[in-house]
Nanobody, 114 residues
Framework: VQLVESGGGSVQPGESLRLSCEAS????????IIWHRQAPGMPRDWVAS???????KYQDSVKDRYTIIRDNAKNAVFLQMNNLKPEDTAVYYC?????????WGQGTQVTVSS
């Protein structure tokens, strides 16, 4: 059972990135998926989520810029991030959760600077 994030990188302000959270060993169908991020020296923070019924929620600071997308055929969830800002710099983690079960990925670094 594994969750793997990918797609991070270094970009300039205003650019876009698409993060992937891919599962192996289990199906993401029915799991709620939460994207978190942790900036240097800061606690981990919730960014966006998609529930088992595909209800989507976003932190106010990323609303209208980030989109969370579930693709059951690929057994993956994506985080499309547009108009990135320096304050979006962080390690991004995905979490798959259902009832008392929770799986985490290892994180992917996103750096936004000019």
């Amino acid at each position: 059972v594994q969750l793997v994030e990918s797609g991070g990188g270094s970009v300039q302000p205003g650019e876009s990135l698409r993060l992937s959270c891919e599962a192996s060993g289990f199906s993401l169908n029915g799991y709620g998926i939460i994207w978190h991020r942790q900036a240097p020296g800061m606690p981990r923070d919730w960014v966006a989520s998609i529930g088992g019924t595909n209800l989507k929620k976003y932190q106010d600071s990323v609303k209208d810029r980030y989109t969370i997308i579930r693709d059951n055929a690929k057994n993956a969830v994506f985080l499309q991030m547009n108009n990135l800002k320096p304050e979006d710099t962080a390690v991004y983690y995905c979490e798959a959760t259902r009832l008392r079960t929770s799986y985490w990925g290892q994180g992917t670094q996103v750096t936004v600077s000019s």
